[in-house]
């Protein structure tokens, strides 16, 4: 009995609180409805004031308030040159670089060293001396050989003189002279490859190697020894795959250098079509004159030039306004010798920095208002005096 009596309450519960929902709901729809009414009697009203209002002072012209002028700043449009720019920090290059490397290919062990880091070399200059005591070993055994097989050469041509021995033998001595000097020519070149010189003049940017150490070229850790020349100098970014389409070769590039405050103009000379898959970016470059104020890695802030109109309309940024129709600027119009604001639909082009174009909706001469342009209605009284 208790466990019956139990769930005729629970039951009961339910019930009660489903019908204070659904008074609840029948409650909330009837005040939104009221709401609703109240909002349409309040704009019936509204309405009907400024009739009577209108009605009132075409009646008795004398009980119209006088307005209060608000005080603005105003621009001329003028048209004018406008250029649109992808800002990018890139940095200076050289455009020859050159990492030295054993002309064996193995490389060896550095026997002296002639060169530091920062020192300015000269193409073909000996950078080090890598070990050729083997080498020297195997040539003071072909040169042994050589003057022992010239010896029976000469014996051998002696003894044709005399019409003793065979022409054969004459011809045999002197092929073994022959090998053995063409052997010491190639050891000999051998021997040249143990001395590294420089490819290109330039100034040493790295030198990784000490005297003892195994010379190969690069490690893991980089170039053992490096040349840059800062006599032909490039700058160089990665740019957004988005501007694939507007940075070409040829594209105008405005390049800042802030550490040194200067300012360069050229063009872009390499434009890459491949996309990295990790920054998903394009490499470009632009070459530069020969500055002596120019270093590699040098950051450099690019301006390229993606668009540019030479007869433009533009206004500050923060002067456009949108609505439910779309974006439109606030301007002064001249009335009857009275200054009123009024509405300017417009369409809109590129932006940058403070300044966006107005394609069309404005017109030169027209006076845009720059300061005192918010809660602007149309029609309002302006003025351009401070009192």
């Given at each position: 009995?208790?466990?019956?009596?139990?769930?005729?309450?629970?039951?009961?519960?339910?019930s009660?609180?489903?019908?204070?929902?659904?008074?609840?709901?029948?409650?909330?729809?009837?005040?939104?409805?009221?709401?609703?009414?109240?909002?349409?009697?309040?704009?019936?009203?509204?309405?009907?004031v400024?009739?009577?209002?209108?009605?009132?002072?075409?009646a008795?012209?004398s009980?119209?308030?006088?307005?209060?002028?608000?005080?603005?700043?105003?621009?001329?449009?003028?048209?004018?040159?406008?250029?649109?720019?992808?800002?990018?920090?890139?940095?200076?290059?050289?455009?020859?670089?050159?990492?030295?490397?054993?002309?064996?290919?193995?490389g060896?062990?550095?026997?002296?060293?002639?060169?530091?880091?920062?020192?300015?070399v000269?193409?073909?200059?000996?950078?080090?001396?890598?070990?050729?005591?083997?080498?020297?070993?195997?040539?003071?055994?072909?040169?042994?050989?050589?003057?022992?097989?010239?010896?029976?050469?000469?014996?051998q041509?002696?003894l044709?003189?005399?019409?003793?021995g065979?022409?054969?033998?004459?011809?045999?001595?002197?092929?073994?002279?022959?090998?053995?000097?063409?052997?010491?020519?190639?050891?000999?070149?051998?021997?040249?490859?143990?001395?590294?010189?420089?490819?290109?003049?330039?100034?040493?940017?790295?030198?990784?190697?000490?005297?003892?150490?195994?010379?190969?070229?690069?490690?893991?850790?980089?170039a053992?020894?490096?040349?840059?020349?800062t006599?032909?100098?490039?700058?160089?970014?990665?740019?957004?795959?988005?501007?694939l389409?507007?940075?070409?070769?040829?594209?105008?590039?405005?390049?800042t250098?802030p550490?040194?405050?200067?300012?360069?103009?050229?063009?872009i000379?390499?434009?890459?079509?491949?996309?990295?898959?990790n920054?998903?970016?394009?490499?470009?470059?632009a070459?530069?004159?020969?500055?002596k104020?120019?270093?590699?890695?040098?950051i450099a802030?690019?301006?390229i030039?993606?668009?540019?109109?030479?007869?433009?309309?533009t206004?500050?940024?923060?002067?456009?306004q949108?609505?439910?129709?779309?974006k439109?600027?606030?301007?002064?119009v001249?009335?009857?010798?009275?200054?009123?604001?009024?509405?300017?639909?417009?369409?809109?082009?590129?932006?940058?920095?403070?300044k966006i174009?107005?394609?069309?909706?404005l017109?030169?001469?027209?006076?845009?208002?720059?300061?005192?342009?918010?809660?602007?209605?149309?029609?309002?009284?302006?003025?351009?005096?401070?009192k």
């Amino acid at each position: 009995m208790q466990n019956i009596a139990r769930i005729i309450l629970i039951a009961a519960s339910f019930s009660l609180a489903a019908c204070a929902a659904k008074n609840a709901d029948a409650d909330l729809k009837e005040k939104k409805a009221k709401l609703e009414e109240l909002k349409k009697q309040q704009a019936q009203l509204n309405d009907d004031v400024v009739k009577l209002e209108a009605e009132i002072i075409q009646a008795d012209p004398s009980s119209k308030k006088e307005e209060k002028a608000k005080l603005v700043l105003l621009n001329t449009i003028t048209p004018q040159q406008f250029t649109h720019y992808i800002d990018i920090q890139g940095k200076i290059d050289a455009v020859n670089v050159a990492y030295v490397a054993p002309r064996n290919g193995s490389g060896g062990l550095v026997k002296e060293l002639f060169v530091k880091k920062g020192d300015h070399v000269k193409k073909g200059q000996l950078l080090l001396k890598l070990d050729d005591a083997i080498i020297k070993k195997q040539l003071d055994q072909l040169q042994t050989q050589l003057s022992f097989a010239k010896d029976l050469y000469q014996r051998q041509q002696n003894l044709w003189k005399e019409n003793i021995g065979t022409e054969v033998q004459l011809i045999s001595a002197k092929n073994n002279v022959d090998n053995i000097q063409k052997q010491i020519s190639l050891v000999k070149e051998q021997q040249s490859f143990t001395n590294v010189t420089a490819d290109i003049d330039g100034e040493l940017d790295d030198v990784n190697i000490r005297v003892g150490e195994l010379f190969v070229g690069a490690t893991v850790a980089g170039a053992q020894i490096k040349i840059v020349n800062t006599q032909n100098m490039k700058v160089v970014a990665q740019i957004p795959e988005n501007y694939l389409g507007k940075v070409n070769v040829g594209s105008k590039i405005k390049i800042t250098l802030p550490d040194i405050n200067k300012t360069i103009n050229a063009v872009i000379s390499v434009a890459g079509k491949l996309i990295d898959a990790n920054s998903r970016s394009f490499y470009v470059e632009a070459e530069v004159a020969p500055d002596k104020d120019l270093r590699p890695n040098q950051i450099a802030l690019l301006q390229i030039q993606d668009y540019a109109a030479a007869s433009a309309i533009t206004v500050p940024v923060n002067t456009l306004q949108t609505d439910e129709k779309g974006k439109f600027v606030m301007v002064a119009v001249n009335t009857n010798g009275k200054l009123t604001a009024h509405k300017k639909a417009v369409v809109i082009g590129e932006l940058y920095g403070d300044k966006i174009e107005i394609k069309s909706g404005l017109d030169k001469g027209d006076q845009l208002i720059v300061d005192g342009f918010q809660s602007l209605y149309e029609g309002q009284l302006l003025t351009t005096d401070v009192k």
